[in-house]
């Protein structure tokens, strides 16, 4: 009798060591999960710990797998995170459905925490850019640079770099026809032409070249780069326009070069072509890429949607669409989206609005670097203006459209598999 009551306190033992959780799951799917945005810090913050981590592609919204220690648990129940605790049978089950061809789906492994900067100027409040603001929420550390720090080579001690909303054509945003007159312009204008000075430049838009061609060295050498709203066109306008003086009197002291529209070079682009500059320096745009005054749909309706790639072959888009919806909600800016007809072809869109025939979200290679432009302002403020009340991310814990913001900020921690298509 003692014989079988030790085997049976064996089997019992057995079987509770192979039930015991192993790993947790943080699930990403709309209804599991109560914070997705704090769940991309969470996996940061447990590979900046050392732990392992993988990205689940198109299983439950993008979940993320993590191993199971008493402190990630722990900052999961601090940061209100969802997770469930999964043992190795469960986990195996989930491999085995993820690496069936008939799924969509493919597990990624993450390696390390990448080191991330936000290049923006100095004083500005966290919720004037959306990717500070999410970063910060989330809980993600990241070192604020500008151009000193650009042009003094820094940029090889990060991974990704964050594009604030700037002007790289030296326009000083194309904000004079509205707000030449308030002391916060002339304040900035003041600002930047001394910086320029300082940093040995004759004229901002000479400095902002300078800066946009090292930011541009940077992906082509290995790095990340993702930009939001104005920072994404004249960005490419900067590189493209390279050695002609495209800026009016009121910008740069003296008169743009005569026809300076036929001397612009598309090839020194990242993302665009064919585009035309606006010269008028009271209009709000620096050219037709953007679609914000092409628009005609009203907001209950402006959605976008993101494309669907194949998990296994096309790691690398499939990553940057993780999501719990392929439907997006709209959102406006300076840049608010991109002419479709003016995105280069070699340039992935990654989410789009038909009815407009914009492209809101692309992604393209340059060099061994990546880098991805995202239309629009703010994914929660449908239409950010001068001066309006920060967005309170507490209210938007699962906002679809900060997610991917999140997406590039994780994705160089990926160990990646080449493109196939």
């Known amino acids: 009798m003692k014989f079988f009551k030790n085997k049976l306190l064996l089997i019992l033992l057995l079987v509770s060591v192979s039930a015991k959780a192993n790993f947790i799951l943080l699930p990403m799917d709309e209804t599991s999960q109560k914070n997705h945005l704090k769940a991309y810090g ?41 997770f469930e605790p999964i043992t190795d049978a469960e986990a195996n089950q989930i491999f085995e459905e993820i690496a069936s061809p008939s799924q969509n789906m493919e597990t990624v492994v993450l390696e390390k925490a990448p080191k991330v900067a936000v290049y923006t100027p100095k004083g500005k409040q966290p919720w004037d850019d959306a990717v500070t603001m999410v970063l910060t929420y989330a809980e993600i550390p990241f070192t604020p640079i500008y151009d000193e720090e650009v042009l003094s080579d820094q940029l090889i001690l990060y ?68 930009a939001m709203c104005s920072a994404t066109d004249s960005f490419d306008i900067a590189l493209s326009a390279e050695g002609v003086d495209i800026c009016e009197p009121m910008f740069d002291g003296d008169a743009s070069e005569a026809n300076y529209q036929s001397k612009i070079d598309y090839s020194r682009t990242f993302a665009f072509k064919d585009f035309i500059l606006e010269r008028r320096p009271e209009k709000y745009e620096f050219s037709d890429i953007d679609t914000t005054e092409k628009r005609r749909i009203p907001m209950e309706k ?63 290679q340059r060099g061994k670097g990546f880098f991805t432009f995202f239309g629009g302002h703010d994914p929660e403020d449908y239409q950010h203006r001068v001066g309006d009340e920060p967005t309170v991310l507490d209210l938007h814990p699962t906002s679809p459209g900060f997610r991917l913001i999140l997406n590039n900020v994780l994705f160089p921690a990926a160990k990646k598999k080449p493109q196939k298509t």
């Open 302 to 364: 402006d959605y976008f949607t993101l494309m669907e790639f194949s998990a296994k072959w096309d790691v690398i888009p499939s990553m940057l669409c993780q999501n719990h919806t392929q439907l997006v909600k709209g959102f406006m800016g300076q840049t608010t989206a991109f002419d479709r007809s003016l995105v280069k072809t070699n340039v992935l869109v990654l989410g789009e609005n038909q009815l407009n025939e914009e492209a809101r979200y692309i992604h393209g």
């Open 42 to 82: 969470i996996t940061y913050w447990a590979l900046d710990k050392q732990y392992k981590a993988s990205w689940l592609l198109n299983y439950r919204g993008g979940s993320f797998l993590l191993p199971d220690a008493p402190e990630i648990r722990k900052e999961c129940q601090i940061r209100g995170v969802s």
């Open 159 to 226: 991974d990704w770099l964050h594009l604030h909303h700037e002007d790289f054509s030296g326009q000083y945003g194309k904000f004079f026809g509205m707000y030449r007159n308030a002391p916060w312009y002339i304040e900035q204008k003041r600002d930047a032409e001394t910086l320029a000075i300082k940093l040995g430049y004759a004229k901002v838009s000479e400095e902002k070249l300078a800066v946009a061609k090292k930011i541009r060295d940077f992906v082509i050498g290995g790095g990340f780069m993702f």
